[in-house]
């Protein structure tokens, strides 16, 4: 079997975030289909991106560079916002809403001067679905549940929030 490395690095603040992947080439087994050259992974993350209106770029553009702090509680305990989300390390693309690590910070950078995107698109992103129940199950909560977004520049807010820089949105997600 052929395995193919590649490493892919991210420079971002002065700081370099290296992720590495491997596939297994002509076996049939590394999650690639062959019509596309995309993985399994790759397709859901183009799916989300399209669905939240949110670009998937070659790499990162600083045009707008923000960052948001999102912390998600569900049912009175944290839930970690995972890194790598809306990296697409398979194909080398990088969305322009992602995460680097799991400290839930929201990076929001792109190629267009004063980009706006909200929370609802960041989520879109993660894979959270547009259905109440799907959101619910989601963040595994027992449907139906409340979700409810607080902002610490601006008291409640909705998901439409828009992300704003060193602001810190807090989620609660609560099942009735």
Aim: aromatic share 4%; glycine share 8%.
């Amino acid at each position: 079997m052929h395995r193919a490395r590649r490493i892919i690095a991210i420079i971002a603040g002065g700081v370099a975030i290296a992720a590495c992947s491997s596939s297994t080439a002509s076996s049939g087994k590394s999650g690639i289909d062959s019509g596309t050259g995309a993985t399994a992974a790759s397709r859901a993350l183009t799916a989300r991106t399209t669905a939240a209106g949110v670009p998937l770029l070659p790499q990162e553009a600083f045009e707008t560079h923000i960052h948001t702090q999102l912390d998600v509680t569900v049912d009175g305990k944290a839930l970690e916002v995972p890194a790598g989300i809306g990296i697409d390390s398979d194909a080398n693309r990088i969305a322009a809403l992602h995460t680097h690590d799991a400290t839930g910070e929201i990076h929001v950078e792109s190629p267009q001067k004063n980009a706006k995107y909200t929370l609802d698109q960041f989520l879109t992103v993660w894979g959270m679905p547009a259905s109440a129940d799907g959101r619910c199950t989601f963040f595994n909560a027992t449907a139906p549940c409340t979700i409810a977004v607080t902002s610490k520049d601006a008291g409640k807010v909705g998901l439409d929030m828009i992300l704003k820089d060193l602001d810190t949105l807090t989620l609660t997600v609560t099942s009735t």
